[in-house]
């Protein structure tokens, strides 16, 4: 060998050496230029691998031409430089060239089989062309020369799901983690893989984790504004998706992922279809399963999203958040009896209380009957949501020198409901990614004496907290709307109307009275002035309704529709979120269609900002109430904004929650109705009375403002003693009495 080669090689090696030591203080620009001219040197291996590393520069700043150029050159001097020809398969599959990326990926493993990397990329290749035996096949044989490999490990997650293996997913998911903690896309992964299996409290936890490792993770950070309803990113996070699934291909995940982002910004159409075609394939895919069991209650179908929650649990028991969906189906429909509904929530109870039975903290009675209480409330809607301000106002009024208020939160975020809230409490926790068994020890660290469950079976619920009893005494109360199911709830805080004795309700929890109403309605401060009756104006009456388009079921259109047809020339406003969606909007015509109702007697409007919502109060003459699901606070709002709502009454809580609403401010007996027939008639009456709508305009805010939906201190002082004879009760072994078995003092 000559001295000019020698030259060469020494020189080679030289600029290699640089440009490792350079690309390490960062220097990347320059570290380029060395490696550049190691490469140029042409001779020796050390010329080949500064081409190498040079690929892997211009791969990692996305300059795939130019790492093909770079890998080619390599291979020439090198044909056998098997991570050359890894380095091109890459490039090459950024290029979409995926046969000749497979071909590259081939070469290096047949060069030096126990190059993991390589495996674990054909592995991936063939993911991509959902090819899943095959491409597990790969993965395997990567993590057999390398156990610890990032990709290959995130690869197999990947592939298990896409086979349905979902709790081998989640194993492999974790081990993976405890090898590299620090890894955001394995954070991710994980955090995917639980979200698509319904965990997604646990999920939220992850893609959190993934932030802390990586701040600018931009998956992480897409997957949180979908979770945590950050609207102004949902455009991005399916440009994100369409782009994943574009340059990947259609994985069940990624198609999973895009129907859940569908059904969040209320894109239903596109949702069901995904889903669907999703589950052609694979027909047990939880996450397209849980998603269309979602839009299909959107449309009001809760009979068939309950058939397919069951189809999920049967394959996976464990998810409660499923059974806990399926038991609040279950109060939409008119067909069941109340003992239907009570058995979808017994059915939580039987899976996820049973177990625990034997686990749960035993109080002994407290020998202390009258000391200071500490009292705790858990939910996940402390803001602008119905439990939010009707709490507001109580948490203002307590009294802080006998009841110290603690509130365990699942907000997602915060606004200025939460922070009077959180002002008005003695402490607040932030448990949205507290496990179960943290936030049980958080309780009994705090002392709590009674806990209060603001949510039921609505999301971001607690009730696995409940079951494991960390307070003496257990209630639930304004979140939810049927009993829980659980034993481990002592007492359900209802009222004489909405629970009045005699009624037949179901109840795994004691019901115990407040003396007139279970809410405290605070209205918010820019709630506008009450405007006078449209029909004033002269035309036809306007009927409306701002419930959730869910509680619209087929009886409640016939209902409505004979409503329209006995008021000539009425039109109905309909009001909800979901609305937006034309597809639901021209479902909604069509089943009114059916009923000989025409399209311009409709006026269908989605979602807006809460002023604005209050403000179309002012467009109608009277709400509808739905049933069997009544409305609550959209109840007590149209009340406030002096429109009468008219109702059927039931016999469940969540078909008596107006008419207790009624009760208290007079006018029970005036727009409240035993049945169909009665009901229809007394809607089309009162349209028909523009003398009476004009009176009940002026007052029905004044009617509020004197009752005991409105007087807040006194309402407190009822809910402190309750809990106070709660307590006292506990001190002496007891439960207190079933209200709803004796007549009202």
């Known amino acids: 060998m000559n001295s000019a080669s020698l030259s060469a090689r020494a020189a080679g090696r030289l600029w290699m050496y640089a440009g490792r030591w350079l690309a390490r203080q960062g220097m990347t620009a320059l570290a380029e230029t060395c490696y550049r001219n190691g490469a140029a040197a042409g001779v020796g291996g050390a010329s080949a691998e500064a081409g190498f590393l040079l690929s892997q520069q211009l791969l990692a700043r996305g300059r795939d031409r130019e790492a093909i150029a770079a890998c080619e050159e390599v291979l020439r001097t090198d044909p056998r430089h098997a991570r050359a020809w890894c380095a091109l398969g890459a490039a090459r599959r950024r290029q979409a060239q995926m046969d000749e990326a497979r071909e590259a990926f081939e070469r290096a493993v047949a060069i030096d089989p126990r190059y993991a990397q390589a495996w674990s990329n054909l592995g991936e290749w063939h993911l991509m062309k959902g090819q899943f035996g095959a491409a597990l096949e790969h993965i395997d044989k990567a993590l057999q020369c390398d156990p610890g490999l990032v990709e290959a490990l995130n690869n197999r997650v990947a592939v298990l799901y896409e086979l349905g293996r979902y709790k081998e997913a989640e194993a492999t998911a974790k081990e993976a983690i405890e090898l590299h903690p620090d890894n955001a896309a394995l954070n991710v992964n994980m955090g995917n893989v639980l979200l698509h299996v319904g965990k997604s409290r646990l999920a939220l936890k992850c893609f959190r984790k993934a932030l802390e490792c990586d701040p600018g993770c931009a998956e992480a950070h897409l997957n949180l504004a979908m979770m945590l309803g950050e609207t102004a990113r949902f455009g991005e996070v399916i440009e994100y998706l369409e782009h994943e699934i574009a340059v990947k291909g259609e994985s069940a995940h990624r198609l999973a992922a895009l129907a859940l982002a569908q059904s969040v910004t209320g894109d239903i159409e596109a949702a069901q279809a995904t889903c669907r075609k999703i589950l052609e394939d694979h027909p047990d895919n939880v996450s397209a399963l849980i998603t269309l069991a979602g839009c299909l209650g959107e449309r009001g179908e809760h009979l068939e999203a309950m058939e397919l929650q069951k189809q999920v649990l049967e394959a996976n028991p464990q998810l409660q958040s499923v ?130 469950d603001l949510s039921g079976h609505t999301a971001y619920n607690r009730l696995p907290v409940f079951v494991r009893r960390p307070a003496p005494v257990q209630a639930t109360w304004i979140g939810y709307f049927h009993s829980t199911g659980l034993s481990s709830i002592d007492y359900f805080i209802t009222d004489p109307y909405t629970s009045p004795a005699g009624s037949g309700q179901l109840f795994s929890e004691t019901p115990v009275w407040l003396p007139h109403s279970r809410f405290c309605y605070s209205p918010p401060d820019y709630a506008p002035p009450v405007a006078p009756p449209p029909l004033l104006a002269g035309g036809a009456p306007v009927f409306g309704c701002f419930n959730r388009i869910e509680k619209v079921g087929d009886n409640v259109v016939a209902a409505w529709a004979k409503i329209l047809e006995a008021a000539p020339g009425s039109r109905l406003l309909l009001k909800a979120g979901n609305l937006k969606s034309g597809y639901l909007c021209d479902e909604m015509r069509r089943r009114f269609a059916a009923h000989g109702i025409g399209a311009d007697r409709l006026d269908l409007r989605g979602g807006s900002p809460h002023p604005e919502m209050l403000e179309q109060y002012g467009e109608i003459d009277i709400a509808l109430d739905p049933f069997p699901f009544n409305g609550g606070m959209t109840t007590l709002e149209a009340l406030w904004m002096g429109v009468p709502v008219v109702t059927l009454a039931g016999s469940s809580v969540v078909s008596r929650q107006t008419v207790a609403a009624l009760a208290n401010i007079g006018l029970a007996g005036e727009l409240a109705f035993p049945d169909i027939d009665a009901y229809v008639r007394g809607a089309a009456a009162l349209a028909a009375d523009p003398a009476r709508l004009a009176r009940l305009r002026e007052e029905l805010r004044p009617r509020m403002e004197a009752s005991p939906l409105r007087r807040a201190e006194e309402f407190t002082r009822d809910l402190e003693a309750l809990f106070r004879r709660a307590w006292q009760a506990h001190c002496r072994g007891e439960r207190l009495p079933d209200d709803t078995r004796r007549e009202r003092q």
């Open 323 to 452: 059974c806990s969906s399926a038991a609040f189906n279950a109060t939409y429909l008119a067909e069941y009896s109340a003992e239907q509904v009570y058995a979808c929530h017994q059915d939580w109870a039987q899976r996820f209380e049973a177990p625990f039975a034997a686990e749960a903290i035993v109080h002994a009675p407290a020998n202390q009957p009258d000391r200071p209480l500490r009292i705790g409330y858990v939910s996940g809607d402390f803001g602008t949501h119905p439990v939010g301000f009707l709490l507001r106002d109580v948490t203002r009024h307590h009294d802080r020198t006998n009841y110290y208020i603690h509130c365990y939160s699942m907000m997602r975020g915060s606004d200025p409901i939460t922070e009077t809230i959180r002002a008005n409490a003695d402490s607040w926790v932030d448990a949205l990614l507290l496990g179960d068994e943290e936030l049980v020890e958080q309780i009994r660290q705090d002392r709590i004496d009674i806990l209060v």
